[in-house]
């Protein structure tokens, strides 16, 4: 069975940068689209960036020109840059194909942009 695990999250100011990381416990990035997730509360689980098994990249509107998606399919990796953080990012950020399967999610990583 499948675990990602992310990581990476924390605390930070507006403006700032932070990069999350995911691993994956078997070889899925190969074959599977991958995304990054965030859910803030009281919100719904949003997709904000998507990953191709080749490398092409899509973003929410929302975080378009700030965050960076990136793979590494070697060692079964995918990351989040993100830069010039607002409060409006803070959520708790998860990984998963695209679309989703229920059984891959994780525990997620709390980001939190505040002054």
């Known amino acids: 069975q499948v675990q990602l695990v992310e990581s990476g999250g924390g605390l930070v100011q507006p403006g700032g940068s932070l990069r999350l990381s995911c691993a994956a416990s078997g070889s899925i990035f190969s074959i599977n689209a991958m995304g990054w997730y965030r859910q803030a509360p009281g919100k719904e689980r949003e997709l904000v960036a998507v990953?191709?098994?080749?490398?092409?990249?899509n973003y929410a509107d929302s975080v378009k020109g700030r965050f960076t998606i990136s793979r590494d399919n070697a060692n079964n990796m995918m990351y989040l840059k993100m830069n010039s953080l607002k409060p409006e990012d803070t959520a708790v950020y998860y990984c998963?194909?695209?679309?989703?399967?229920?059984?891959?999610w994780g525990q997620g990583t709390q980001v939190t942009v505040s002054s």
């Open positions: 998963n194909v695209v679309p989703w399967m229920g059984d891959y």
């Open positions: 990953i191709t098994n080749i490398g092409s990249t």
